[in-house]
T-cell receptor
Framework: DSGVTQTPKHLITATGQRVTLRCSPR?????VYWYQQSLDQGLQFLIQ???????AKGNILERFSAQQFPDLHSELNLSSLELGDSALYFC??????????FGSGTRLTVV | TQLLEQSPQFLSIQEGENLTVYCNSS?????LQWYRQEPGEGPVLLVT?????EVKKLKRLTFQFGDARKDSSLHITAAQPGDTGLYLC?????????????FGKGTLLTVNP
C-alpha cells in the first residue's frame, strides 16, 4: 500500500457519459498530480494541485476538470467521454522534491 | 516542451544476463528519477540522481546521470525474473511548490527464467 488511494479501480462506461475519479493523497502530502497512461502516449501529465489551488496544467482536455478539496483529496471529472479516453488514470502525491507516490490507478474503459 | 526518449522500448532477456536502458533529452533537468511499474500498479520510485556524473547503486541496479544532466542510464547486472516491469525515467522541473515530472514512455523489460 503506497498510501495514495484511488477509487474506483475499474470503470466501464458508455460514450457521452461523465465519470468522477477520486484520489486521497498520502498523509502530509499537499500536492496532487493527475496523469493519463496509454500504450501509445505513455504517462501524460494532466494537472497539479497544491493545497487546494491549481498549480500546473498539462495536456488536459477541456472536457476534463479537477479540483482539490480542503481535506486534500482530489477528484478528476471526465465528461462527454469518447472511446479514445479509455486509459489508466493515475493520481500521485508528493511533499517537496522527494519523488512521487502513485496510487494504483483507475482503469477507465469507454464503450 | 521537454521530451525524454527512452531506449530500447522493449527488451526481453534471459535470467542472469546484464542489460542497460537509456534515457535521453535535449533539455537539462534539475534532477532525474527512475521508476518501475508492475502490471496493475502505479510506478514506484527507485532512485533520484541530482548531480551531473552521479552514479547510484541499488543492489544489482546502477544508475548514472550524464555530465550535462540531459541523459541517464540504468544498468542491471544478472537480471532476475523479479526485475520484469516497465522502467520509466522522469525529468524533474522544480520551483517551489510547482514540482513537476515529465516522463519518458518507458522500457518494458521481460526477464525469462
Amino acid at each position: 500500500d503506497s498510501g495514495v488511494t484511488q477509487t474506483p479501480k475499474h470503470l466501464i462506461t458508455a460514450t457521452g457519459q461523465r465519470v468522477t475519479l477520486r484520489c486521497s493523497p498520502r498523509s502530509g502530502d499537499l500536492s496532487v498530480y493527475w496523469y493519463q497512461q496509454s500504450l501509445d502516449q505513455g504517462l501524460q501529465f494532466l494537472i497539479q494541485y497544491y493545497n487546494g489551488e491549481e498549480r500546473a496544467k498539462g495536456n488536459i482536455l477541456e472536457r476534463f476538470s479537477a479540483q482539490q478539496f480542503p481535506d486534500l483529496h482530489s477528484e478528476l471529472n471526465l465528461s462527454s467521454l469518447e472511446l479514445g479516453d479509455s486509459a489508466l488514470y493515475f493520481c500521485a502525491s508528493s511533499v517537496g522534491t522527494d519523488g512521487y507516490t502513485f496510487g494504483s490507478g483507475t482503469r477507465l474503459t469507454v464503450v | 516542451t521537454q521530451l525524454l526518449e527512452q531506449s530500447p522500448q522493449f527488451l526481453s532477456i534471459q535470467e542472469g544476463e546484464n542489460l542497460t536502458v537509456y534515457c535521453n533529452s535535449s533539455s537539462v533537468f534539475s534532477s532525474l528519477q527512475w521508476y518501475r511499474q508492475e502490471p496493475g500498479e502505479g510506478p514506484v520510485l527507485l532512485v533520484t540522481v541530482v548531480t551531473g556524473g552521479e552514479v547510484k547503486k541499488l543492489k544489482r541496479l546502477t544508475f548514472q546521470f550524464g555530465d550535462a544532466r540531459k541523459d541517464s542510464s540504468l544498468h542491471i547486472t544478472a537480471a532476475q525474473p523479479g526485475d520484469t516491469g516497465l522502467y520509466l525515467c522522469a525529468g524533474v522541473d522544480s520551483g517551489g511548490s510547482n514540482y513537476k515530472l515529465t516522463f519518458g514512455k518507458g522500457t518494458l523489460l521481460t526477464v525469462n527464467p
